[in-house]
Nanobody, 116 residues
């Protein structure tokens, strides 16, 4: 079994910053668009951000645009999410995601908690 592995979560105060990382495996990372998805307890998953294979296009949910930046390093099979100006509403488990044909790849996630 292969899975992406997320890291970088933690507990921060409102207005703080975190950078999440996701090391991907099981597929050719450089060939695939990647996304970050988050889920808070009792709530539906929310798509956060996506990036194409060459980092020439990126996309953000309205809730995070202007605060979060997605990036990738294809040589390291790694996806990043820089999160600035964090709000309590950003509290969730963050998961990196890829869909390769009919197969979905995502990891166990990393917890982000924003609280004063």
């Amino acid at each position: 079994e292969v899975q992406p592995v997320e890291s970088g979560g933690g507990v921060v105060q409102p207005g703080g910053s975190l950078r999440l990382s996701c090391v991907a495996s099981g597929f050719i990372f450089s060939d695939e668009r990647m996304s970050w998805v988050r889920q808070a307890p009792g709530m539906a998953p929310e798509w956060v951000s996506g990036i194409n294979r060459r980092s020439t296009s990126s996309y953000y949910a309205d809730s995070v645009k202007g605060r979060f930046t997605i990036s990738r390093d294809n040589a390291k099979n790694t996806l990043y999410l820089q999160m600035n100006s964090l709000k309590p509403e950003d509290t969730a488990v963050y998961v990196c995601y890829a869909q390769v044909l009919q197969k979905v790849y995502w990891g166990q996630g990393t917890q982000v908690t924003v609280s004063s």
